[in-house]
T-cell receptor, first 113, second 112 residues
């Protein structure tokens, strides 16, 4: 699976949009981009995933560049409860090894009042 | 909201004890996973299972063992705990394919 690069930390004001970048320059054509977050002392929580088109759900939007080498997770109106570590992961299903996620160091997002 | 449960939530034990960390899910997922995570660090996959009677070692070497006798249950056992086993252990499950993983809230283990 392709490696991802994220900034170690970001700050955002409450009520503003939080834009979290991720580079995945070695992504291959059949690899999806996934985002998870982990609030302190809890298990990771799935947010959103996509292949090449932009995606939106009730939690966030995912913007993937046309060349797929980078993506941005957007939390449109960040709240204090969005403070967490955000992980960007690229992933492909393999018949022989099953689908496994490799979590890097992620981005610590701090939403300030 | 979570249908995957881990017990105990916190555990403090002495060196040399045998322990089993429990993980159960009620979603009927075939695939289950154990990750290990030290505070502020990455998650490392230590075991996974495709289904009943299927278990595999993950990317990080671990002295623990797992079993999968029932679909809903994926316990992790340490035969003889050591201080180096002190960590958080996270269990997850998924339907399979590219479906998202659902995580439990973890067991924070301290070995004294």
């Amino acid at each position: 699976d392709a490696k991802t690069t994220q900034p170690p930390s970001m700050d955002c004001a409450e009520g503003r949009a939080a834009n979290l970048p991720c580079n995945h320059s070695t992504i291959s054509g059949n690899e999806y981009v996934y985002w998870y977050r982990q609030i302190h002392s809890q298990g990771p929580q799935y947010i959103i995933h996509g292949l090449k088109n932009n995606e939106t759900n009730e939690m966030a939007s995912l913007i993937i560049t046309e060349d797929r080498k980078s993506s941005t997770l957007i939390l449109p109106h960040a709240t204090l409860r969005d403070t967490a570590v955000y992980y960007c992961i690229v992933r492909v299903e393999r018949e022989t090894s099953g689908s496994r996620l490799t979590f890097g160091e992620g981005t610590q997002l701090t939403v300030n009042p | 909201e979570a249908d995957i449960y881990q017990t105990p939530r916190y555990l403090v034990i002495g060196t040399g004890k045998k322990i089993t960390l429990e993980c159960s899910q009620t979603m009927g997922h075939d695939k289950m996973y154990w990750y290990q995570q030290d505070p502020g660090m990455e998650l490392h996959l230590i075991h996974y299972s495709y289904g009943v009677n299927s278990t595999e070692k993950g990317d990080l070497s671990s002295e623990s063992t797992v079993s999968r006798i029932r679909t809903e249950h994926f316990p992790l056992t340490l035969e003889s705990a050591r201080p180096s086993h002190t960590s958080q252990y996270l269990c997850a499950s998924s339907v399979g394919g590219l479906s998202p993983l659902h995580f439990g809230n973890g067991t924070r283990l301290t070995v004294t």
